[in-house]
Every structure is written in C-alpha cells, then in structure tokens.
C-alpha cells in the first residue's frame, strides 16, 4: 500500500468518539467572559470613569488622556483574572491576516522581584518595529516606526492558543507621518464619513435627532473547506498556495447536490460546536452553520454588528476557524478556489446603514419612511453606478480571480438586483410624470406607502455580485479569504458621496416643493443609472454581451481590476472625503499588485517543484512497470501486445509533454516572467497532470485526489 492509502484507511478507522454529551450552556456565564466590553467595564471601573469611557465609545472620539491610566489598570487586573501575562496591540495590517507583538505586564524590580504594571500609555499606542509589514513605498526601512493606536469602539479581547492566554487590544496603524498602513484606519474613517452624509440627509429630511447616531451595519457570511490533516500535508500546493494546483475532478463531486443543508456529519458537527463556543467565549455572536455547495464546504455566519466590530470579528471568525481545525485534525481551507471545478468559497457581505433604530433599508410603513428608504435605495443605486470599478477592485486578488468571472459565484461585472417587486417600484420612479403610462400607476414619494416586500429567501437571485434582500444589500464578490475592510471602505465611501450629492440638491429646495423635488430628482436617478440593474441570470455570455454594451465595466482579472484604485477620478472622490490620501491609494495599488505577481510566482514554483519531484516519478516507475509487462508478455508469446503497447505509447507521450512543461515553466521562473504567462503556463501542465492522474496505476499516485480529499473526513 502507497502512503496516500495508508493514511486513508487511518482516517477511516480513527475512532472519534462523539458521544460526551456537553454541559448546558451557560450564557450567563460564558458569553463574552473574554472580552472586555462595556459589562466587565462597568464592574472593574469608578462610575466616573466607566461614565466617560462610555461616552468615548459612543460618540466615537478620542480617549481622555487623563482616564487611560485608570483604564489600563482595570484592563490589566481583568486580563490577568483570565490568565493573561502578556498584552498585544492587536492590528490589521495590509498582510491579510492580524499581527501581534506582545510584552508582559511584568517588570523587575530593584530588589530582584517583579511587579505587573501596565500603564495609560501602553494602552494607547504601540511602538512596535513595523520595517517588514508591506507599505507600498510609504515608508522606507530609515523611518521604519510605525504606531499603533487603541480603538475603544472594539472591545479587547483574550486570545487563548494552546492554553495560553494574551490580552489583544484592537488598534490602528500607521506610519511615523500619519500615513495608513492598515486595514481599519480607513473603514473607520469611511463609517465616519457615510455617517456624516447620513445625518445630513436626515436632516433635510427632518428626522434629525440628537439622541439618534447612524450605524453602519455588517453582518459576514463566511464560507470554508474543511480537509483531513494528514491528506492535507501530502499535497504540498495546498500547504504553500493554498489551492490545489493539479487534481483530476472526482467522478461524483456536487452533481446531485446532496451536500447543500445536508445533515452535517458528526466530525464536523464536533468542530462547529467548538469553533462557536470560542466565538461565543470573545462576544462574536455566531448564529448560523451549515453545509455549503461543495462537497466538504461549509457556512458560517454571525449575528450582524456595528461595521468596524463587524470586522474585527470576521477576521477573529477566520483564525478561529483555523485554530480549530487543527484541534480537530483538519484543516480549514479560507482560499476561494481551492479545488478546480467544484464550487468556491464566498464571504456575503452584508450591509446597511440606520439611523437610531431604524434601518434605512428597511422599507417601513409610512409615506415618509419610504421617502427617507427609497432615496436611500436610490443613494445606493446611483454609487453602485457610479463606482463599479471601485467595487470590483476591492475584490480583487489571486485567488478570487477564479471565482470572479467563472460561471459559479458572481461575475466580474457588478450589477444590482432588486427583485422583481422593487424593480418595478423603481420602474414607476421612473415613469414619474403620470401621462407617461395610461395603466401603471405612478408612485408618489412621500405620499404613497410601499407594498410589503418579500425578503423570502427563495426569492434570491444568487447569481447577482451586489444583491438587496428585504433590508439590506448582500455584496456577493469579496472572496472567503478576504478582509471586509476593502469591500466595505469602497461602499461606505461611495454611498456617503451620493447621498452627499442627493442631500445637497434636497436641502436648495423650498419647503414647499420638497415632495415634487424628491420625486424628480430620484427620477433622474433611476434613468441615469439604472443600467446597474440587472436581474437576470448573470453567468450567461448573454448579459456579458448586453453589460458591455451599456458600458459596464468587466474587469476579470486582479492586474486590470486593481487599476481602479488609482484613477483620477476615485483619487478625487476619496481625497474629497479624507478616506485616503493620493499616496495612500498608490501604496495599496503597489501593495496589493506585488502580493498578486508574488502569489502566481509562487504557485509556479511549487507546481514546478511538484511536477519534477512527486508526479514525474511516479509516472516513470510506471512506464518502466509497462515496459517490463510488455516484454515479459512478448517473451511468453501469449499473442498480440496491443493494450499495453497503446498505453506505454500514450503514457510515454503524456511524459513527453510534461517534460516539455517542466521546461518551460522552469523558464518561466527562472526569468520571473509576467503573471499571465506563468498563469496559462500552469494551466497547460495541469492538463497534462490531470489526465496522467487519469492514466496512472492508483498504487503510484502519491497525490491524494479530489474524491478522497473531498469526502474522506
Ligand atoms: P441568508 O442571506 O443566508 O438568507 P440572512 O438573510 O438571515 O441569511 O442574513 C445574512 C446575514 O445578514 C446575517 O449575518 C445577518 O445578521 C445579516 N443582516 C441582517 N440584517 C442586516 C442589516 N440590517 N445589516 C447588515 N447585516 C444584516
Ligand atoms: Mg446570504
């Protein structure tokens, strides 16, 4: 038996015993017991100080220098009542994932002891040397300081590896001179922004309120693999790009579509129950789980949150994920492609704005209600329009770029769909003037009520990028890997600057014209930019054929679709609402296209290596296996030779072609050609391997395949 066998009848016969029955859940006790969030602060603090910390969260300004001592104090008796001896500015650099410097509360004495002591300035802000984190040409290695800055409005939280506890504080980053160097900075400063138009809208609304804040609200749905741990380090793509560079499909893989909300097997069941008690354990309301498309493909997502908690959480969700598995002898797969020809993996992210209570995209009940909801609709219809661009370039990356624009997960090209009851509202917007239309009645802003609109999920187009479900919009093209931050910045931003626009043009109007107003210029709108509405079947060359002629963009890939970034025109727009700077938007460009060559360049070389090292030999032991038959057969004169001379011919062949695409692949590499040649270079070996895959004695493949990665869990 070959190891790939071996170690998949070890997976079979490991006995996993799922029959402990758990303790009741104690929520009282165990929900949010790990974070530090407004109930543990209220206890650890003075009632003055609890006080002002609170209204710093609320109110989202900097912290009062004066309470941080007190603060960190409490934090710090908090943590080490949890079992923490050290402290991390815990920060979302451009990496990706989250990084962490951490320092003990511990500091010796003059006698030879210690005490613990962790003061207002520590909790503040962090030194940490920041030379290695990329920056795009922001900073040069001379300066090499970054800081790192406290987000009170993100709780801090206790991490727990391996039994060992460390207190994390969200924070910021950014360079000596102020630059972002981060993920958050930016949301934050975009959730300020599209807050801010917010108010201005309500107030030409005259809704405004002082008691009332707007919240911009996420809610991320999060989509995995899950695969066995020791199939998993036999496949040396998945553990160095993440996705599986070569593999035949598997005879039997969603066909039947017999995963999707299936009964989830007890191993899994195990691994889900651990990850949302550690969810719940740090406050992240885990809420929904289930079985995805794909075979081994799985859902989680949480209770939506404030945006920027929202985040944090997500990239909390995605390591926990991780974390998790490994406990459990799997491995949590966050690529979006990760096995070629099955279903990819998606983060739905969905969005909203309210205002106080209410939620924006919530149609409600009154004239009025619908007036503030429809214009809101319309804020976001007129953005979508307007930076489609944007949008897409916030999903781009390698790995999302066999998602994007393969017939399975949204296209390339950002549409909107509505549904068919709300398009037709938009139809009537439209119509405005009554003569236009003799039958259809026209739909007075401010004065009519809506019809209750279905937010049944039946009714979902799912092959729509950007889509609005009953209350809000579900962007559907940010890949599983990704951070919600890029995604969301860009919304924020774009919906802040149109109902900036919209704002501005309402509050010129006289009183009294203000309902006949609202209906002609969200009129305008609608005509103006209804060509993002689309809702139709969205893998069809159909609509590629249609989108191109109303001029929407289709970027398929990340060199074109990060362009956008660096636009005069989205400069303009994210320099006008102090969102980034010019060179901030350069920096990422540059930061996002190297992480982009860097990752085709490294699945070149892996490939390379694994064609060379694991699949040439296997395919040459067999063929001297059919040499030695066909000259044994020929030797005993049985008669005719000819299916194995067939074989070893086209065996013999097929080792041919892969010899040549070592070659030439090595080239590649050794030149470091561009990304689209390496690209279609991979692609031609893979379809000499996969077919070679298909050929070979199943004893000599190395390579775990798809049907057992797949389905041996
Ligand atoms: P699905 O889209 O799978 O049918 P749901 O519609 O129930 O699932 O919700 C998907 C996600 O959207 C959940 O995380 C949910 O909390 C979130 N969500 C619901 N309302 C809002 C809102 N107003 N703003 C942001 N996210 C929301
Ligand atoms: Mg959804």
């Not at 493909?297 to 908690?309: G, K, R, S, T």
């Not at 236009?436 to 739909?443: A, D, F, G, Q």
């Amino acid at each position: 038996m070959n190891t790939r066998k071996k170690v998949l009848s070890k997976i079979v016969e490991e006995k996993h015993s799922f029959d402990k029955m758990d303790e009741p859940y104690n929520i009282e006790k165990e929900y949010g017991i790990d974070t530090f969030g407004l109930k543990t602060m209220e206890q650890y603090l003075s009632k003055p100080i609890y006080k002002r910390l609170r209204s710093t969260i609320e109110n989202g300004v900097a912290l009062d220098e004066t309470v941080a001592d007190d603060v960190a104090h409490a934090m710090k008796i908090w943590a080490m009542s949890r079992g923490a001896t050290h402290y991390t500015h815990w920060f979302l650099p451009l990496t990706g994932s989250s990084a962490e410097k951490h320092d003990s509360f511990i500091e010796p004495t003059q006698d030879g002891g210690a005490i613990t002591r962790f003061s207002g300035k520590n909790l503040i802000l962090g030194e940490p040397d920041a030379s290695s984190f990329p920056s795009g040409g922001l900073r040069s290695t001379f300066e090499a300081r970054g800081y790192t800055a406290w987000d009170p409005a993100s709780p801090a939280f206790i991490k727990r590896v391996g039994g060992v506890a460390t207190l994390c504080i969200p924070t910021m980053f950014c360079s000596y001179t102020g630059e972002v160097l981060d993920k958050k900075t930016p949301l934050l400063r975009s959730i300020q922004v599209l807050g801010m138009q917010v108010k201005k809208l309500m107030k030409v609304f005259g809704v405004e309120d002082n008691n009332k804040h707007p919240t911009v609200t996420l809610g991320a749905e999060q989509e995995y693999f899950l695969v066995d741990k020791s199939l998993y380090i036999q496949r040396p793509d998945l553990m160095q790009t993440g996705r599986t560079l070569f593999g035949a499909p598997p005879q039997k893989h969603q066909q039947l579509d017999d995963h999707y909300f299936g009964a989830i097997k007890p191993r899994i069941l195990n691994f889900m129950h651990d990850v949302e008690r550690e969810l719940w354990r740090i406050g992240i309301p885990a809420k929904t789980r289930h079985n995805e498309v794909a075979p081994a493909q799985f859902e989680i997502a949480p209770v939506f949150e404030e945006m920027n908690l929202a985040n944090d959480h997500n990239v909390m969700v995605m390591e926990i994920l991780r974390t998790t598995a490994e406990k459990h002898g799997l491995v949590c797969l966050l690529h979006e492609k990760p096995f070629s020809r099955i279903n990819g993996s998606g983060k739905h992210n969905n969005w909203s704005v309210s205002y106080g209570e209410k939620n924006l995209l919530n149609p409600g009940s009154s004239p009025h209600e619908n007036a503030i909801f429809l214009t809101t609709l319309c804020a976001v219809i007129k953005a979508v329009d307007t930076h489609a661009d944007l949008l897409r370039a916030s999903t781009a990356g390698a790995g999302n770029d066999h998602r994007l624009g393969a017939s399975e997960a949204p296209p390339a090209i950002i549409s909107i769909y509505l549904g068919e009851q709300l398009a037709d509202i938009i139809d009537q917007i439209e119509m405005g003037e009554p003569k236009t239309s003799k039958n259809r009645k026209v739909l007075k802003i401010g004065v009519d009520t809506l019809p209750p609109l279905p937010t049944d999920a039946t009714d979902r187009n799912r092959t729509s990028p950007f889509a609005f479900t009953g209350n809000k919009f579900e962007f559907r093209a940010p890949g599983a890997s990704q951070s919600c931050s890029s995604p969301n910045i860009v919304l924020n931003t774009i919906v802040a600057e149109a109902i900036d626009e919209i704002a501005e043009h309402l509050a010129k109007l006289p009183k009294k014209d203000f309902q006949k107003g609202l209906q002609k210029l969200l009129q305008s709108i609608v005509k103006k930019h209804k060509r993002i509405i689309f809702n139709g079947d969205g893998y069809t060359d159909k609509w590629k054929r249609e989108a191109q002629k109303l001029g929407l963009p289709n970027l398929p890939n990340t060199p074109s679709a990060l362009k956008p970034y660096i636009a005069p025109k989205n400069i303009a727009l994210f320099e006008k609402y102090g969102v980034f700077t010019a060179s901030e938007l350069h920096s990422r460009y540059e930061v996002f296209e190297e992480e982009y060559s860097k990752k085709i360049h490294i699945e070149t070389a892996v490939a390379l290596n694994m064609s060379k090292t694991i699949i040439m030999p296997a395919c040459l032991k067999y063929l001297s296996r059919l040499a030695e038959t066909s000259k044994a057969i020929a030797d005993v004169k049985w008669g005719k030779n000819s299916e194995i001379d067939s074989k070893g011919k086209l065996i013999s062949s097929l080792i041919e072609d892969l010899g040549k695409a070592n070659n030439d692949l090595e080239k590649l590499v050794v030149e470091n050609a561009d990304s689209r040649s390496k690209l279609a270079m991979l692609g031609d070996m893979r379809t000499i391997v996969d077919q070679l895959e298909l050929e070979i004695d199943d004893d000599l493949w190395q390579l775990p395949k798809y049907s057992e990665m797949l389905f041996v869990y």
